[in-house]
């Protein structure tokens, strides 16, 4: 059963802000419009996070914290899926310092570092370093067609979608926006996810 049994806890993004009549009124454009699309994009933000967070926890696990990453400590870890066809589409996540270290690299020949190993590179400063090691997941994106697997490796489960309040406080002359968020990230398919790990 490659599906994750772990459970889950809801969780709750909430972001807020005050905009005073002054700033308001002040303001070039749009500030009331302006402020719930950046309390958007921070809900955003900490779901990407939690995303990651929940990559982590993947059970495949390449341990190449000895050493840089490279292209042959690549191809090791997505041999870890153990494709006999080798053709699902993946994506790897780096951090920018690790493009550098790929670039410096002489097993490439282009600087123009985007797909190494049939996994497409996203550099991500969301990947985390831990005791000078980074943990880089490595995702199939496809419905694998060697087992006929649908289930993606990461799920989210919204229980509510970005709810936007305001409040008036009228005695400081304030509205408060306020933004939130239900949902659920989870590792919902392990076989889809090799956490590749590298040294810093």
Known sequence: MTTSTRKATIKKAMKGIGLTDEAVLSGYGNPVGEA???????????????????????????DGSKENISYNAIVDAVDLFEEEMGCSDKVLFIHPKQVTQLRKNPDF???????IAGCRLVPSKKVPLTGGVYACPIVKLEADPEVDDEIPALTIYRKREVNIETERKPKTRTTEITADEFYVAVLSNEAKVVLAKFKA
Do not use: E, F
Request: glycine share 2%; with cysteine; proline share 0%.
């Open 36 to 62: 719930n699309t950046q309390l958007a994009l921070a809900i955003a933000a900490k779901i990407d996070s939690d995303c990651m967070d929940a990559l982590q926890t993947a059970s495949l696990v390449y």
């Open 109 to 115: 020949l282009s600087a123009d570092i985007g797909m």
